[in-house]
């Protein structure tokens, strides 16, 4: 029987949102495959995560290239990023918190993925669209939380899927955005 790598990876990252100290046997379990199956795959913890940190990084780089980032507004190209960032929010709400990821230092897929965000907040900022008061790597940080945290309010029932661009765009940007002063 030939894996689904992908299955694999996408079971484990849900797995693991839900339960940080899921077993590679649990693991498994939900995948639908034997342990010694995962274990070939994926030698243990370490590989696996690694594995699902790649997942993430290929998935936030298209869809970066998806929303156009240079199209538009900068309001209108991060309402566009947060609808394509939504497929893989489950996957992202992991790795957010997936501290073993930044013990070694951050990955240079990360680094390509917040210079890419942070260009757009600085487009933002520099067309007078958003608040200078609050750096890119800032507004960049903040995008990754929100979309953690709505991911994680999606999987427990708390928040719509249909809901989740909205929600998540409207609260960065309504913190990003400046306002004219009285």
């Known amino acids: 029987m030939a894996v689904d790598r992908d299955h694999v990876l996408r079971t484990a990252a849900a797995l693991l949102t839900r339960k940080s100290t899921a077993t590679m046997d649990e693991v498994a379990k939900a995948a639908g495959i034997s342990r010694a199956t995962l274990h ?11 594995a699902l ?6 998935e936030c780089e ?3 290239d998806a ?16 609808r394509e960032l939504q497929p893989a929010a489950g996957l992202l709400a992991f790795l957010y918190g997936e501290s073993q ?3 070694t230092g951050q990955d240079a897929g990360w680094q390509r993925l917040d210079a890419r965000m942070g260009a757009l907040f600085v487009r933002g900022q520099q067309a007078g669209e958003f608040r200078i008061d609050l750096t890119p790597v800032w507004l ?18 708390r928040v719509a899927p249909k809901d989740f661009t909205h929600m998540v765009a409207e609260l960065l940007l309504g913190g990003a955005l400046r306002r004219e002063e009285s």
């Open 67 to 82: 929303a156009r980032l240079d199209e538009g507004t900068a309001s209108e190209a991060v309402r566009r990023l947060v």
């Open 40 to 50: 070939r795959h994926f030698a243990g913890r370490d590989p696996l995560v690694r």
């Open 101 to 103: 990821l930044w013990e």
């Open 53 to 58: 940190e790649a997942l993430g990084i290929a």
């Open 62 to 64: 298209a869809a970066l």
């Open 140 to 157: 960049t940080e903040a995008l990754y939380g929100l979309i953690a945290s709505c991911a994680w309010a999606m999987h427990d029932g």
